[in-house]
Structure formats: structure tokens, C-alpha cells
């Protein structure tokens, strides 16, 4: 894998059938789809890939048939986390089997750990580990935030190759960029989670993003991260427009904090990306007058034979 990771590594969206049954036809059509639209990398069994409510059978099913799937042609990265350490270990193992290229974890919930418990349970995470870690910060989730001065400690450690922040908060990813690249680490990737301001931290020195919103439409955030990268505003401020309509269309229908999951599901379903919009319990997918808002959101949007028509 090649430090550090840049570009658009969309976050899958896991396709299924029942709580059990991984949609493999619709997860090969999801992946061509991706890099048919030029996608750097991607991520798989993160917050949008549903990690935490599937079995560890689905999981690993999921690791084998991306991989498969891919078959080398982009880094493959997977999310190993989870309470137990021993189960993130044996998910990883799985990982570094099928070929993936790196591994992304977020702190342990349930208890909330303290920063030195944190970077205590990462430095005898990380040495068991078979691939390159990326650390996953979302504390809306998992109730921790990873301090900058923790992420620059960790980031000591060669295998710790880089942060996908999904906090939303772009102090925040600035202060742990500034605070790893003062201890002397310059190859560390910082990834952004929350698509609204992806473009603003490639543009400050970011290295990329990891938007729900490219299972979708690959070719709008591949153009906002190329713009960025080549600092040029007009056309991000233009591609942004189309980004915030995404947003505050498709992810905001429902009153839950699931919403933006059945959103993004249900659009992707709507396209003809996944064949159906099934969630995983304790979740379920919309029903039919909010699936008509999907629809209605995106008649709004340029798409031509299910591609945004922006340029």
C-alpha cells in the first residue's frame, strides 16, 4: 500500500439479503461501480458498512468477497473494530488472508476509556496485528475522542500509517495534523470522514476523503478531491453545491440517528447500485413515503442513465 494513502476511499455499504446473508451480486455491481468512477481505495465494514449489527460470519464473508471482487486492483482497507481484542486480531488475520491492504480501528466502546488506557490498548493492539493501521475516530459512537497528543504517540509506531476522522469537526483534524507532523511523522495519512468538509481539509492538507456518498455518485467526490488537491476554489465551490444537496436531502429524511444509513441505502437501491435496501436489525430500511422522499431527492439532481451529469 502506498504511504501515504490520498484520495476518495469510499466507505461501503454492506448489501444484504437477511441479517445473515451477504447480497454478492449486488456487492460485485457496488464495487465495479466504484472503480468504474475512479475511486482511490475502499473501505469496507465501517460505520456505513453497518459493522457493529452484522454477525461475525457476514463479516468475514464480507472481507472474503470484496477482496475476491477487487481482485488487487485498489488498496482494500477493513474495520477490525469491536469490544474484544481478540476478535479484532482474528478479523484482521482474515483481512491479511484475502489480501486486504490495511486495517482501520476505533477505540473499544461500551466503558469509555481514558487517553492512556487508549493508547495503552493500541500499543498491544497494533504489534498483533498483520497489516498497516489506520486509527477511526468517531466519538459520536464510540464515546472517546482521540486526543491529538494520543494519535502523535501512536503515530511513533511505523504500523500506525494514518487517521480517518469522522468528528465532523475540522479544528480537531487540523490540531492532530499539526500535532503528528511537529513529533517528526510526515508519511501519517489524515482522511476525512464527513463529506461537507472533505474538500476544506484536502485543500489544508489533508490526504483525502472517506464519503458515505460515493456509493452513489464516485465521480463527484473523485472530482471535489482533484479540485482540492489542485487548490482550484471555482470548482469545488461548484462541486460543494451538489455535495450539500446530497446531504441535506438524502442523509436527513427520518427523525433517527440511522437516518443518513437508510438514506444512503435506499438511494443506492433507487439507482440500481444494490438491489435492495435491506438494514441490518436493530435497523430497518424505510418505508414507502420516506422512500418516495429518496426518490423525489434525487429527481433533483442532473442524473442521466444513474450518473450525476455535472461535467
Given at each position: 500500500m502506498k504511504q501515504p494513502l490520498c484520495g476518495i476511499i469510499p466507505p461501503l455499504v454492506t448489501p444484504l439479503l437477511d441479517n445473515e446473508t451477504l447480497d454478492v451480486r449486488s456487492l460485485e455491481r457496488l464495487i465495479n461501480h466504484l472503480i468504474a468512477g475512479g475511486v482511490h481505495g475502499l473501505f469496507i465494514l465501517g460505520t456505513t458498512g453497518e459493522e457493529q449489527s452484522l454477525s461475525y460470519n457476514v463479516r468475514q464473508q464480507m472481507i472474503r468477497e470484496t477482496c475476491r471482487i477487487n481482485g488487487n486492483r485498489l488498496p482494500v482497507l477493513v474495520c477490525i473494530t469491536d469490544t474484544s481484542l481478540v476478535e479484532s486480531i482474528r478479523l484482521a488475520n482474515i483481512a491479511a488472508e484475502c489480501g486486504a491492504s490495511g486495517l482501520v480501528s476505533a477505540p473499544p466502546y461500551y466503558f469509555a476509556t481514558g487517553q492512556p488506557e487508549l493508547a495503552q490498548f493500541y500499543e498491544e493492539l497494533v504489534p498483533q496485528l498483520p497489516l498497516p493501521v489506520f486509527l477511526y475516530n468517531m466519538p459520536?459512537?464510540?464515546?472517546?475522542?482521540?486526543?491529538?497528543?494520543?494519535?502523535?504517540?501512536?503515530?511513533?509506531?511505523?504500523?500506525?500509517?494514518?487517521?480517518?476522522?469522522?468528528?465532523?469537526?475540522?479544528?480537531?483534524?487540523?490540531?492532530?495534523?499539526?500535532a503528528v507532523r511537529q513529533s517528526g511523522r510526515k508519511d501519517f495519512a489524515m482522511l476525512c470522514g464527513p463529506e461537507e468538509i472533505t474538500g476544506e481539509c484536502v485543500l489544508m492538507g489533508g490526504n483525502g476523503g472517506v464519503n458515505g456518498g460515493a456509493n452513489m455518485f464516485p465521480e463527484l467526490y473523485v472530482a471535489m478531491y482533484n479540485a482540492a488537491v489542485k487548490a482550484n476554489i471555482p470548482e469545488m465551490r461548484r462541486l460543494q453545491q451538489y455535495i450539500m444537496q446530497i446531504s441535506s436531502s438524502i442523509y436527513c429524511i427520518g427523525q433517527h440517528g440511522s437516518s443518513y444509513l437508510k438514506g444512503l441505502k435506499c438511494a443506492c437501491s433507487l439507482l440500481g447500485v444494490i438491489d435492495n435496501d435491506f438494514v441490518a436489525s436493530p435497523f430497518y430500511k424505510f418505508n414507502q413515503p420516506e422512500r418516495d422522499k429518496v426518490q423525489r431527492a434525487l429527481d433533483a439532481l442532473p442524473i442521466h442513465d444513474g450518473i450525476l451529469d455535472i461535467f
Amino acid at each position: 500500500m502506498k504511504q501515504p494513502l490520498c484520495g476518495i476511499i469510499p466507505p461501503l455499504v454492506t448489501p444484504l439479503l437477511d441479517n445473515e446473508t451477504l447480497d454478492v451480486r449486488s456487492l460485485e455491481r457496488l464495487i465495479n461501480h466504484l472503480i468504474a468512477g475512479g475511486v482511490h481505495g475502499l473501505f469496507i465494514l465501517g460505520t456505513t458498512g453497518e459493522e457493529q449489527s452484522l454477525s461475525y460470519n457476514v463479516r468475514q464473508q464480507m472481507i472474503r468477497e470484496t477482496c475476491r471482487i477487487n481482485g488487487n486492483r485498489l488498496p482494500v482497507l477493513v474495520c477490525i473494530t469491536d469490544t474484544s481484542l481478540v476478535e479484532s486480531i482474528r478479523l484482521a488475520n482474515i483481512a491479511a488472508e484475502c489480501g486486504a491492504s490495511g486495517l482501520v480501528s476505533a477505540p473499544p466502546y461500551y466503558f469509555a476509556t481514558g487517553q492512556p488506557e487508549l493508547a495503552q490498548f493500541y500499543e498491544e493492539l497494533v504489534p498483533q496485528l498483520p497489516l498497516p493501521v489506520f486509527l477511526y475516530n468517531m466519538p459520536s459512537h464510540v464515546k472517546v475522542n482521540f486526543a491529538p497528543a494520543t494519535v502523535a504517540r501512536l503515530a511513533q509506531m511505523p504500523q500506525v500509517v494514518g487517521l480517518k476522522d469522522s468528528s465532523a469537526n475540522a479544528v480537531y483534524f487540523q490540531s492532530v495534523m499539526y500535532a503528528v507532523r511537529q513529533s517528526g511523522r510526515k508519511d501519517f495519512a489524515m482522511l476525512c470522514g464527513p463529506e461537507e468538509i472533505t474538500g476544506e481539509c484536502v485543500l489544508m492538507g489533508g490526504n483525502g476523503g472517506v464519503n458515505g456518498g460515493a456509493n452513489m455518485f464516485p465521480e463527484l467526490y473523485v472530482a471535489m478531491y482533484n479540485a482540492a488537491v489542485k487548490a482550484n476554489i471555482p470548482e469545488m465551490r461548484r462541486l460543494q453545491q451538489y455535495i450539500m444537496q446530497i446531504s441535506s436531502s438524502i442523509y436527513c429524511i427520518g427523525q433517527h440517528g440511522s437516518s443518513y444509513l437508510k438514506g444512503l441505502k435506499c438511494a443506492c437501491s433507487l439507482l440500481g447500485v444494490i438491489d435492495n435496501d435491506f438494514v441490518a436489525s436493530p435497523f430497518y430500511k424505510f418505508n414507502q413515503p420516506e422512500r418516495d422522499k429518496v426518490q423525489r431527492a434525487l429527481d433533483a439532481l442532473p442524473i442521466h442513465d444513474g450518473i450525476l451529469d455535472i461535467f
